[in-house]
């Protein structure tokens, strides 16, 4: 796909004939040379959304494209990159270019065919980007399964004189048509909210909840702008289907202080030995903690003051489960009062700390 | 107020800034694993304490004074990591639970720790609701996301019973959920975060189905056709007095957020590990969040020698809402 294209032509605009390295860039421009709102610099994504955002936030009119060549000035009709360019026309500069090149042939004949079911994958590639568009007309207007005409009246009339006009475009329009409904969104919204320029929008992709079993879609981009392909991204996150907590819980290092968890059938021990060897091991992890509770004991009358703690006769319950007790106790006669045990751990105090 | 330009007293080493990018407070003497939990004292106290549950297996806490400084105040250990904390709301006890399966309340006063509830399995929250006996219930909802992609909603007031049970917006594991108030303080929907960076706005009864929304965070940027690196949203709270919400990522990244207006407030800039949790303390002045490894990309990225970090930001002002609806 990529070899043919290239070998054809580099990308070029429609509205004033520049060429460019590649279509990433040819977009940026367009979007800034062509599809922006001389009156808010809002940079739309094609010719008929920069008419529709002129027309539903600033009340004006747009005749003709923004800095493009006078044959090529039509708002109508709808690029995006190289999409939609109509075929008299890219044939028409490729004659140029030949006329220009020599006798590089190339295989410009099957070129213009080859075009025609690429704009589809355009946004065709998005998983469920095309059953999402019947679901989407009805979508874009408030409550989906109400009518036209409940609550958003004066939107309404828009839309309804947008209608007819979409249908100007079909078969292969189709996916143009559906980038154009997700343009609507931010009008619809910049003039609900009754303003223009700033304080716009939007979450990326806003969706209602209502579209059933909706695209499930990293593909629409931020700020409904088409993205070519969906395979791209990468969710960052393990395979698995259970939660962050529940995988590191397994590993090595957590799982030795988890008394015998029993997860669905993966039970890592259940015999009554392999139980005691857990316990042995958490009780020496207590015993670290205890370590450096005898050496916090020093700090100890200084915290009291900020800290009262009271000293209490019987001894905290132990966290851990029943049969540990025994060894547990016996740790706990060794360092002094069993009842600090468990207690305050105060870290040294930090310098900054009044007396 | 919370003074952001003094920055009081810390412990020793300096942080590098690549650490701390947002220049924020950082608390002193972090636990010493992830933490998995934060809270702060609810506004029955007059001081601000913040407590961490962590997976080195302990609770800490601090009180954070107004000039966002920390000062260590205690800790406990439990018999296992903590997967949660809560204060209960007369700020005299903390509540913790974790993978030892055990609920625990600890008297802060008295320094004395109870066990209060047994299962079988771990543990992963653990809340303290107002008893409806009291003049004024402070969460008469519950919500539940559950591992098969269910949302339930209970209803708390008399005895808890299930009110709604509906199929999740998002299409990949729920990782985090946290409910939101209307106007007049009466909860009335969910925030729902998932493991594909996107959070869900719910309301339990939508006025208008159009109300519920989807919105995208937590994204690394890359090319628009390009690659694009989707991370988990670990946590999302609202603030007390804004109504706005704040959600961090496993992308290492928080995000201020207007729900009403749909717009984003504020992005941050990176940290180096993930952002686990984060939290407002009770008036809504100060937002906590904690920086370390949240397990997102499997134990082999798990290092041992990084640090870990909790940091405080004054954000109230950052956080008003963006329209005057």
Known sequence: ?355 | MFNQSALGGFGATATPSTANPMKDFEVAQPPDDSVSSLAFSPATLPQNFLIAGSWDNNVSCWEIEQNGSSVPKSMQSCGGPVLDVAWSDDGTKVFKAGCDKQAKMWDLASNQVVQVAMHDAPIKTCHWIKAPNYSYVDFPMAVVGTAGRQIIVYQLEGKPQEYKKLDSPLKYQHRCVAIFRDKKKVPTGYALGSVEGRVAIQYVNPTNPKDNFTFKCHRSNGTPNGYQDIYAVNDIAFHPIHGTLATVGADGSFSFWDKDARTKLKPSELMEQPITRCAFNHNGQIFAYSVSYDWSRGHEFYNTQKKNYIFLRSCYEELKPRTSS
């Open chain 1, 1 to 355: 796909m990529g070899r043919k294209k290239k070998k054809q032509s580099k990308p070029w605009c429609w509205y004033c004939n520049r060429e460019f390295e590649d279509e990433k860039i040819l977009i940026q421009h367009q979007k800034a040379k062509h599809f922006k709102c001389h009156i808010c610099h809002k940079k739309l994504y094609t010719g008929p959304g920069l008419s529709i955002h002129c027309m539903q936030v600033h009340k004006e009119t747009i005749d003709k494209v923004p800095n493009s060549m006078p044959n090529r000035s039509n708002i109508d009709i709808e690029i995006y990159g190289m999409e939609g360019i109509p075929a008299a026309d890219l044939k028409e500069h490729e004659r140029q270019k030949q006329g220009s090149r020599g006798n590089d042939s190339g295989s410009d004949d099957d070129e213009p065919s080859a075009k025609r079911p690429k704009p589809e994958g355009l946004l065709g590639n998005a998983p469920g980007v095309m059953q999402g568009v019947p679901g989407m007309m009805p979508g874009m207007m408030p409550p989906p399964g109400m009518g036209p005409g409940m609550h958003h009246m004066g939107p309404m009339m828009q839309m309804g004189h947008m209608g007819p006009h979409f249908m100007h475009h079909p078969g292969k329009k189709n996916s143009l048509f559906f980038l154009r409904m997700q343009m609507m969104p931010p009008h619809m919204q910049a003039m609900m909210q009754g303003q223009g320029g700033p304080a716009k929008p939007l979450f990326p992709s806003a969706i209602p909840t209502s579209s059933p079993g909706g695209p499930s879609a990293p593909v629409v981009g931020a700020d409904f702008k088409p993205i070519s392909s969906g395979a791209s991204s990468k969710i960052i996150h393990p395979a698995e289907d259970i939660s962050l907590e529940e995988t590191r819980a397994r590993h090595p290092k957590y799982a030795r202080s988890i008394p015998s968890k029993s997860d669905d059938g993966a039970s890592s021990s259940s015999t009554a030995a392999s139980e005691l060897a857990i316990a042995v091991s958490a009780a020496q992890q207590a015993a670290v903690h205890q370590q450096k509770q005898v050496e916090a004991m020093n700090q100890h009358a200084a915290m009291m003051q900020r800290f009262p703690v009271r000293v209490t006769g019987p001894p905290i319950s132990m966290t851990m489960g029943g049969p540990i007790m025994a060894p547990m106790r016996h740790h706990q006669m060794i360092p002094g009062p069993p009842t600090l045990i468990g207690g305050p751990l105060m870290r040294p105090p930090p310098l900054s700390m009044p007396p």
